[in-house]
Structures are given as C-alpha cells and as structure tokens.
C-alpha cells in the first residue's frame, strides 16, 4: 500500500492494450506493465483495456490490484467490447463514497467511482472516472463525451482515458488524411465538413473544455506551468500504417482539481512500450493543494 508522507499524490492513466496478454504467441506482457505501474507509486489508477480481468472471479483484477495496494473497481465487458475499463485507488489516501457504472448499448462509458481524501475536515467527494470512447464513431463518441458532462455537476472530478479522438487546442499538426495507408482507420477517426473536406475528430475534447466545464490536463501542465512535454503524443507508438502518433490519451478535471497539479508526464520509456501501444500519463498533484481544493468553505 503506498503511502504519502510527502505532498505528492500520484494519478495513473494507461490503456495496456489487451491487459498485456499474449497475442500469436507472444510473450506475457503483464509483469512488465505491472513493474513500470509499481515503481511510480500511484495512489490511482485509470485503467483501459482491463480484457479478462473479469474472468476466473475477476483473479488478474484482484492481482494486480494487490500487487499495487490499491482497491479496484472494474466495468463489465459486453459481447461487442470485451475490455472493460477500471479505477484502482489506495484506500489509505482515499475512502469510497459511492460507485457508478455509466454504461452505453455497446461500450462500457466509463467506471466511475466517487471517493472521499482521508483526513480532510468538511471533505467534498471527487467523482473520478475512467474512459474508452468507441473505436469506430465519430458521432458515437461525440455522445459519450455529452454523457460525461454529468460529471461537471459534482463539486470537484477527475477522469482520463483513451478518446480515440484528437485535442483540439494543441500546436502540433493532425493527421494528414491521404497519407495514411489505413482507410478503416481514416474513416473511425474523421469525418467530412460542409466543404467536402475531410477533418480529425476533436468534438469530444472540444466539448469537454467548452466554457471551462472541465481543464484538459496536459494543456494545463504546458500553458499554465510551462511543460510542453505535457502535449507528447500518446498513441500509437507501435504501427506505422496510421500516421504519427497522437495525443489520444488525455485526463481532465474540474478547475478546482486541476489548480492543485504540479507536473503531467508522458511516460513511453523502452518498457512501456513493451507493455503497450500507448504512452502512460502521470499526473502529480499537490496533495496540500488538493485538500484545500476538497474542503468545503466554512
């Protein structure tokens, strides 16, 4: 169980593309994925891709949540979308509040607990949640990221995930459409404008942000505390036919959680991308900072 004597809390967000299992004979990669997620010490983690972790009574959930300390929660898979998502978080750092599973006809929206910091006077709850927007629909994740914003109701929350859909504030350039060899994947990730051009898919992170419902994290770290590093393509680090990696993976939070971050990182070390097609974000906050932040005003 990790602890923090220090001011740090510690905001994992990962898609371990198919839980790290082997694929055409491949090697396990779960004990990588699990070593890289142990040796940053997080206090939660938003996890994509959980494919099987529902099997055998849920066993490679509960392994992995011991091997970490934390607690998990997890969505169910569906026959359409197999890999649900989850929350880990540490129960000495945090309590349970309530749990909510926001599911759609096919994929699971998003796991969604809600959960009290420990040792705060007049604590507000943070509704925290993780997300896998649809593969195959611009339209279709354009209603989950509608279906989000009832997250923006609460006083304070924070969620990340796999959007499978493109930033729409950030300096470095958007797929270039007929230079992609992969036309499925042209056609899942954009869609043609009013002028027969055909445009990336940024309506869920335009949505998101518009009139300040919710701060886009790696925005925040490089605007606000100057780390341009914060805006490092995410996905997908290992096929080519799609174009340049892209900013797909992304976290946000109310205003008044995001004004306690101190550093976003990108992680895609030689061993994450053993363990995944997708870099790891990493979100540090102030931990006095965010007590302020989930402290009701006398």
Not at 275 to 285: E, G
Request: charged share 25%; hydrophobic share 40%; net charge negative.
């Amino acid at each position: 169980m990790t602890t923090s004597l220090d001011d740090e809390l510690r905001i994992v967000c990962w898609n371990l593309e198919t839980n790290g299992l082997p694929k055409k004979g491949g090697a396990d990669r779960r004990p990588v994925a699990l070593t890289v997620l142990a040796g940053l010490r997080p206090h939660i983690v938003l996890r994509q891709e959980l494919t099987g972790a529902h099997e055998n009574g849920a066993r490679t959930l509960y392994e992995e949540a011991s091997h970490l300390g934390l607690v998990p929660f997890m969505t169910p898979p569906t026959s359409d979308w197999p890999h649900p998502a989850g929350v880990l978080f540490d129960p000495g750092v945090f309590e349970t509040v309530a749990y909510y599973e926001h599911a759609g006809t096919v994929w699971p929206l998003m796991c969604n607990p809600v959960l009290r910091l420990r040792g705060t006077d007049r604590p507000i709850p943070v509704s925290v949640a993780s997300v896998h927007f649809s593969t195959a629909d611009p339209l279709r994740r354009a209603g989950e990221a509608r279906r989000l914003i009832v997250l923006a109701e609460q006083q304070a929350a924070l969620f990340g995930g796999d959007f499978n859909s493109y930033p729409c504030r950030d300096p470095f350039p958007l797929p270039e459409w007929d230079t992609i060899a992969d036309a499925g994947h042209r056609e899942r990730r954009s869609s043609i404008d009013h002028d027969g051009r055909r445009v990336a898919d940024t309506g869920p992170d335009d949505l998101l942000t518009r009139q300040g419902l919710f701060t886009e994290l790696g925005q925040y770290a490089a605007v606000e505390l100057d780390q341009p590093r914060a805006l490092t393509p995410t996905a997908s680090l290992w096929r080519a036919d799609q174009g340049a990696p892209q900013r797909i993976d992304r976290m946000y939070a109310t205003s008044n959680v995001a004004a306690a971050l101190t550093r976003l990182d990108v992680i895609d070390t030689d061993e994450v991308r053993a363990a995944s097609d997708h870099a790891l974000l990493l979100a540090t906050f102030s931990l006095t900072g965010l007590r302020k932040a989930l402290t009701l005003a006398v």
